[in-house]
């Protein structure tokens, strides 16, 4: 059964570091998705795609988030500067169309010292 | 504002003694309401979806049904495997999932 895969599992990384998460949504999915669950809180909402263009985000997914699809098969969230509570699971998400089910990834493992 | 709530928070039962959680919401242009199990560490795993008032649908030991209001996830004679957190997430009419904060379910053998 086709699946959602993340890159990396975890990832340590410094304050005021950049980083990428890296997702491969499943393959005949067109729309994608970042979420995000700091510890013992809830699973949130950070941004929608689809067709190369981000067709919403919330709050959170501020100037410091962006999101790109390099080529047919990677999705990936950057964020530029990190800080201390961006520390969190970070989930990748997709749909086969919009408002669909959408199916998760197992998530990368952010902890930002 | 959309609101979800979920509970219990945790729930403790025997294997075999079955129970409800029941998912409270507040949103506007529903779309439809999602079920998702969560283990430790791990993704969120889909389970059920539903579209409107009245509908139901079962997978093994668990059936979701949903009023205008609430969705109620039913747990028959469950497995100690059945031991996860259990999200229920509205979906607006857009493309993001609100999800409330879990019941957390253990089933003890």
């Known amino acids: 059964e086709p699946e959602v895969t993340q890159t990396p599992s975890h990832q340590v990384t410094q304050m005021g570091q950049e980083v990428i998460l890296r997702c491969v949504p499943i393959s005949n999915h067109l729309y994608f998705y970042w979420y995000r669950q700091i510890l013992g809180q809830k699973v949130e909402f950070l941004v929608s795609f689809y067709n190369n263009e981000i067709s919403e985000k919330s709050e959170i997914f501020d100037d410091q988030f962006s999101v790109e699809r390099p080529d047919g098969s990677n999705f990936t969230l950057k964020i530029r500067s990190t800080k201390l509570e961006d520390s969190a699971m970070y989930f990748c998400?997709?749909?086969?169309?919009?408002?669909?089910?959408?199916?998760f990834g197992p998530g990368t493992r952010l902890l930002v010292l | 504002e959309d609101q979800v709530t979920q509970s219990p928070e945790a729930l403790r039962l025997q294997e075999g003694e079955s129970s409800s959680l029941n998912c409270s919401y507040t949103?506007?242009?529903?779309?439809?309401l999602f079920w998702y199990r969560q283990d430790p560490g791990k993704g969120p795993e889909f389970l059920f979806t539903l579209y409107s008032a009245g509908e139901e649908k079962e997978k093994e030991r668990l059936k979701a049904t949903l009023t205008k209001k609430e969705s109620f996830l039913h747990i028959t004679a469950p497995k100690p495997e059945d031991s996860a957190t259990y999200l229920c997430a509205p979906g607006r009419n857009t493309d993001k999932l609100i999800f409330g904060t879990g019941t957390r379910l253990q089933v003890f053998p």
């Open positions: 998400a997709s749909s086969r169309g919009g408002r669909e089910t959408q199916y």
């Open positions: 949103v506007s242009g529903l779309r439809g």
